[in-house]
């Protein structure tokens, strides 16, 4: 009993260290880190965009839907990373839901959201995060190919700052 306790905290310790790399195992998809990221067309109210419109940008495509608790918890701190980062124009920050237009509209307004945002459905969007989860960030260098990818989320305020404003900023602006 000792044995399988210290293995499963073993386990346990080495995958919070290695999530990155296990998302990349479990969901390899279209989405993998150092490949090109697959052909797509999203369209909102005010705008359609593609793989060609965003060539020469450095992107970051974060899927979310509203009844994802991790993926409210990070509405402001994305809301802040797009206000900071939105006078780059060498930068695009694609908000993605697979929610409907009148549930992203509700979601823009109780978190004073400055971004727009665009709509899939839900198998599109499945294919664009390779099924692996919400919220999923993705980071696309100029040349669009992905540089960084991770799934899942957490509802505690200092974590999700830490990971959008530091780590999410950080990907974002070393390939500025």
């Known amino acids: 009993m000792r044995y399988i306790l210290s293995a499963i ?25 150092g490949q090109p990221y697959m052909e797509f067309r999203v369209t909102n109210e005010a705008q359609t965009v593609d793989n060609q419109s965003l060539k020469g940008k450095v992107v970051l495509i974060n899927f979310w839907f509203e009844g994802c608790h991790p993926c409210m918890a990070e509405m402001e701190a994305l809301n802040n990373l797009f206000k900071k980062m939105d006078s780059n124009k060498d930068f695009v920050f694609i908000s993605l839901t697979r929610d ?77």
């Open 9 to 33: 905290f073993l386990a346990t310790t080495s995958l919070s260290f290695a999530q990155s790399s296990l998302d990349s195992l479990m969901c390899p998809g279209y989405a993998a880190v």
């Open 100 to 176: 409907n237009k009148e549930t992203a509209k509700r979601v823009k307004e109780k978190y004073g959201l400055a971004f727009e945002v665009f709509y899939a459905s839900f198998k599109e969007s499945q294919r664009l995060t390779s099924g692996c989860g919400y919220p999923t960030s993705i980071v696309l260098d100029k040349s669009g190919i992905v540089r960084f990818r991770y799934s899942g989320g957490s509802l505690v305020e200092e974590q999700v700052n830490e990971f959008i404003g530091k780590t999410l900023l950080s990907e974002i602006q070393g390939l500025l």
